[in-house]
């Protein structure tokens, strides 16, 4: 059985950069990959991917628009860790919580560890949106964003490939 690799694309089509997940995902879903890898979007709904995640995967690659103060379409690759829940002031953990219809990628995979959920190779893929007022709904990517669009998927497949390489997968080609 060849290993398990999920490819999530998260991210709210309403709010403009937000998009930039569910976009890489749709240029992805037509594309060669190998066997055991699973391209997903999960949209906004952050309990669906909380148990997607419980399901046994080999390797994950999440992919979303995160603000970290660099300009507008610049694209990264974070190994995240999942921490231990956070504690209350008697020292027990926290309750986890969940919005339906919203998708933190910290918190999901907060969750799945106070679950139990065991995740070994972990990649989050970011790209810098433009900053939005909190009350904008906007509908595309700002044209920065939309340029990172076919780097974000090259980087993608390079990711995929890396995790092929280091758990022996061959390539099938689709034609």
């Not at 569910?22 to 879903?29: A, G, N």
């Not at 919580?97 to 560890?113: G, S």
């Amino acid at each position: 059985m060849s290993p398990r690799l999920l490819v999530a694309g998260i991210g709210n089509i309403f709010l403009g950069d937000d998009a930039f997940g569910v976009e890489v995902l749709r240029r992805l879903s037509g594309r060669p990959l190998p066997d055991g890898v699973v391209v997903r979007d999960f949209g906004i709904r952050g309990l669906d991917l909380t148990y997607a995640l419980l399901d046994g995967w080999d390797g994950v690659i999440l992919v979303d628009a995160l603000p970290r103060g660099e300009p507008p379409g610049t694209l990264f690759v974070i190994e995240p860790e999942i921490s231990a829940p956070p504690l209350d002031p008697q020292g027990q953990a926290q309750t986890m919580t969940l919005q339906p219809h919203q998708l933190d990628p910290a918190r999901v995979l907060e969750m799945v560890r106070a679950m139990g959920g065991q995740l070994g190779w972990l990649r989050l893929v970011g790209c810098e949106p433009t900053p939005l007022d909190a009350y904008d709904i906007l509908a595309g990517l700002s044209p920065p964003v939309a340029a990172a669009l076919d780097p974000a998927v090259q980087l993608v497949e390079s990711l995929v490939e890396q995790f092929a390489a280091d758990n022996e997968i061959i390539f099938t080609q689709i034609v």
